[in-house]
Protein backbone atom coordinates (compact mmCIF):
# COMPACT_ATOMS: atom_id res chain seq x y z
CA UNK A 1 0.00 0.00 0.00
CA UNK A 2 1.53 3.42 -0.66
CA UNK A 3 1.76 6.37 2.11
CA UNK A 4 -0.65 9.47 1.47
CA UNK A 5 1.27 12.09 0.22
CA UNK A 6 2.05 14.37 2.39
CA UNK A 7 0.29 17.92 2.74
CA UNK A 8 1.10 20.75 1.05
CA UNK A 9 1.32 24.20 2.89
CA UNK A 10 -2.25 25.46 1.78
CA UNK A 11 -4.10 21.75 3.67
CA UNK A 12 -1.68 22.72 6.92
CA UNK A 13 -3.12 26.11 7.19
CA UNK A 14 -6.64 25.19 6.53
CA UNK A 15 -6.66 22.39 9.46
CA UNK A 16 -5.31 24.73 11.72
CA UNK A 17 -7.74 27.30 10.95
CA UNK A 18 -10.57 25.31 11.19
CA UNK A 19 -9.24 23.40 14.19
CA UNK A 20 -8.67 26.79 15.80
CA UNK A 21 -11.90 28.57 14.96
CA UNK A 22 -13.96 25.15 16.21
CA UNK A 23 -12.48 25.83 19.73
CA UNK A 24 -13.58 29.57 19.33
CA UNK A 25 -17.09 28.82 18.52
CA UNK A 26 -17.89 26.18 20.45
CA UNK A 27 -17.09 28.42 23.47
CA UNK A 28 -19.11 31.55 22.48
CA UNK A 29 -21.64 32.68 20.35
CA UNK A 30 -21.03 33.84 16.96
CA UNK A 31 -22.95 37.41 18.73
CA UNK A 32 -20.68 37.11 21.67
CA UNK A 33 -17.64 38.02 19.44
CA UNK A 34 -16.41 41.62 18.41
CA UNK A 35 -13.08 40.15 16.61
CA UNK A 36 -11.38 36.86 15.87
CA UNK A 37 -8.09 36.96 13.87
CA UNK A 38 -6.70 33.68 13.34
CA UNK A 39 -3.38 33.95 11.44
CA UNK A 40 -1.37 30.94 10.21
CA UNK A 41 1.85 30.05 8.05
CA UNK A 42 3.45 27.42 7.06
CA UNK A 43 6.86 27.89 5.14
CA UNK A 44 9.73 25.39 4.71
CA UNK A 45 8.64 23.48 7.48
CA UNK A 46 8.10 25.99 9.76
CA UNK A 47 4.62 26.21 11.24
CA UNK A 48 3.09 29.46 13.15
CA UNK A 49 -0.39 30.19 14.65
CA UNK A 50 -1.55 33.14 16.33
CA UNK A 51 -5.53 33.71 17.76
CA UNK A 52 -6.31 37.60 18.76
CA UNK A 53 -9.91 37.07 20.33
CA UNK A 54 -12.03 39.88 21.57
CA UNK A 55 -14.99 38.56 22.71
CA UNK A 56 -17.81 39.60 25.93
CA UNK A 57 -18.29 37.36 28.67
CA UNK A 58 -17.41 34.30 29.47
CA UNK A 59 -14.27 32.15 29.51
CA UNK A 60 -11.81 34.34 29.73
CA UNK A 61 -10.91 35.36 26.03
CA UNK A 62 -7.41 34.98 26.36
CA UNK A 63 -7.36 31.34 27.91
CA UNK A 64 -10.03 30.41 24.58
CA UNK A 65 -7.54 31.71 22.25
CA UNK A 66 -4.65 30.23 23.88
CA UNK A 67 -7.00 26.97 23.17
CA UNK A 68 -7.46 27.78 20.01
CA UNK A 69 -4.10 27.83 18.83
CA UNK A 70 -2.80 24.78 20.73
CA UNK A 71 -5.69 22.95 19.38
CA UNK A 72 -4.38 24.00 15.98
CA UNK A 73 -0.86 22.71 16.54
CA UNK A 74 -2.46 19.57 17.90
CA UNK A 75 -4.65 19.16 14.25
CA UNK A 76 -1.41 19.86 12.29
CA UNK A 77 0.65 17.56 14.70
CA UNK A 78 -1.69 14.79 13.51
CA UNK A 79 -2.30 15.82 10.17
CA UNK A 80 1.62 15.33 9.84
CA UNK A 81 2.00 11.89 11.60
Known amino acids: MTPPDD ?4 EVVRTAANAAEDVVFSRYDRSEIDDLDVTVTFEEGIFEVDVYLHAEGRPDPDRVADDAALAARGAV ?3 LE
Open 7 to 10: PDDA
Open 77 to 79: DDL
